[in-house]
């Protein structure tokens, strides 16, 4: 996490970079049970459609 905002000097600009990029979504699923997490599974994209 970077900032949005900084401070400089009165008069003068305060310069720097942040990272703008998101990568990709990517999506967990998971089954638990009284005893924890039981399957899990993970992939690229979005829960919109139908996975197998």
């Given amino acids: 996490m970077t900032r949005r ?3 400089s000097p009165q008069g003068t600009r305060a310069y720097g970079d942040r990272p703008d990029g998101r ?4 999506t967990m699923i998971g089954a638990m049970s009284l005893e924890g997490i039981i399957a899990a599974m993970t992939f690229s ?5 139908e996975r197998v």
Wanted: charged residues 15%; proline residues 0%.
């Fill in 5 to 7: 905002f900084a401070r």
């Fill in 23 to 26: 990568g990709k979504n990517v």
């Fill in 45 to 49: 994209g979005g829960t919109n459609a």
